[in-house]
């Protein structure tokens, strides 16, 4: 069993930066892939990122949606149990609820359905 949950949401202006955490609880963190999604109101949850555990490739290799990457950057410490999600240069369009998310599976990890473990989300308002 693993919980998550999510902190550093917040009210930001267009062109800002903010950097979410996501604490996890449980002993084998290290072994999961951990994705960020988001929701956006009247939408589908969609991924945003992830970042592989360890044993896939050598593991801690980050993924990117095509309308964040090269914004946005994922990165874990498994000695905090934490996975991060710095955003830079927001923009309106990423105003959505962020959710992370763990998975120990290998394929098709680009869908929520396929994440086992979820946070609360925390809540991301780019103004223009």
């Known amino acids: 069993q693993v919980q998550l949950e999510e902190s550093g949401g917040g009210l930001v202006q267009a062109g800002g930066s903010l950097r979410l955490s996501c604490a996890a609880s449980g002993r084998t963190f290290s072994s999961y892939t951990m994705g960020w999604f988001r929701q956006a109101p009247g939408r589908e949850r969609e991924l945003v990122g992830y970042?592989?555990?360890?044993?896939?490739?050598?593991?801690?290799?980050?993924v990117y949606t095509d309308s964040v990457r090269g914004r946005f950057t994922i990165s874990r410490d498994n000695t905090k149990n934490t996975v991060y999600l710095e955003m830079n240069n927001l923009k309106p369009e990423d105003t959505a609820d962020y959710y992370c998310?763990?998975?120990?599976?290998?394929?098709?990890?680009?869908?929520?359905?396929?994440?086992?473990?979820w946070g609360r989300g925390t809540q991301v308002t780019v103004s223009s």
């Open positions: 970042i592989t555990g360890s044993g896939r490739g050598g593991g801690n290799v980050a």
């Open positions: 998310a763990a998975t120990l599976r290998r394929l098709l990890i680009d869908t929520p359905q396929n994440y086992d473990y």
